[in-house]
T-cell receptor, first 111, second 119 residues
Framework: ELKVEQNPLFLSMQEGKNYTIYCNYS?????LYWYRQDPGKSLESLFV?????AVKQEGRLMASLDTKARLSTLHITAAVHDLSATYFC???????????FGTGTRLTIIP | GAVVSQHPSRVICKSGTSVKIECRSL??????MFWYRQFPKQSLMLMAT?????????EQGVEKDKFLINHASLTLSTLTVTSAHPEDSSFYIC???????????????FGSGTQLSVL
């Protein structure tokens, strides 16, 4: 059974600081997704990582994938308040878009 | 990107009634859609895979008779929560799979979600 774990579960950080969210998964994966969710809202797609060593960046967010370590990271650079949200990684381990979601990381950026 | 519409966004119903949630792919055809459930402050759990023209595939532990899924056309899947009870209160989210070269990397598109509250 595929398990996807994120840490930390909760993260409170000051504006301007850098931090990393980690996503570990237990079996081989075809692709890995990162999503953002605001309270009461659905998911906003951030990144799709397709291969080992993949790195993608959008604004202050950068995601990477290490399939050998079964690890993906989401790095936040110089955090701003607008980044406060819950972030989920999700794994598609059969290439059929049936996703197993991580536990989520609730990020709060403090001014 | 492709657009998936989910309706209603919020529904409140009495215990024992049935509620239907619609998921539509607006600008593409989707032979496969997925239904997820999310309890407050928790992660998303896959409930079932909806297949156009055939029976849905349910994940272990999900009651088929409780959560009826119909995927009668290439753009519409419905989830009906039958005889709803307070424990069915949750946020339900659908996603649709885009099967074309239009977006080779981004194949999944999510609806806006439905907050179901059963009194």
């Amino acid at each position: 059974e595929l398990k996807v774990e994120q840490n930390p579960l909760f993260l409170s950080m000051q504006e301007g600081k850098n931090y990393t969210i980690y996503c570990n998964y237990s079996t081989t994966s075809d692709r890995l997704y990162w999503y953002r969710q605001d309270p009461g809202k659905s998911l906003e797609s951030l990144f799709v990582l397709l291969s080992n060593g993949a790195v993608k960046q959008e604004g202050r967010l950068m995601a990477s994938l290490d399939t050998k370590a079964r690890l993906s990271t989401l790095h936040i650079t110089a955090a701003v308040h607008d980044l406060s949200a819950t972030y989920f990684c999700a794994v598609d381990n059969f290439g059929n878009e049936k996703l197993t979601f991580g536990t989520g990381t609730r990020l709060t950026i403090i001014p | 990107g492709a657009v998936v519409s989910q309706h209603p966004s919020r529904v409140i119903c009495k215990s024992g009634t049935s509620v239907k949630i619609e998921c539509r792919s607006l600008d593409f055809q989707a032979t496969t859609m997925f239904w997820y459930r999310q309890f407050p402050k928790q992660s998303l759990m896959l409930m079932a895979t909806s297949n156009e023209g055939s029976k849905a595939t349910y994940e272990q532990g999900v009651e088929k008779d409780k959560f009826l899924i119909n995927h009668a056309s290439l753009t519409l899947s419905t989830l009906t929560v039958t005889s709803a009870h307070p424990e069915d209160s949750s946020f339900y989210i659908c996603s649709a799979r885009l099967e074309s070269d239009r977006a080779p990397n981004e194949k999944l598109f999510f609806g806006s979600g439905t907050q179901l509250s059963v009194l």
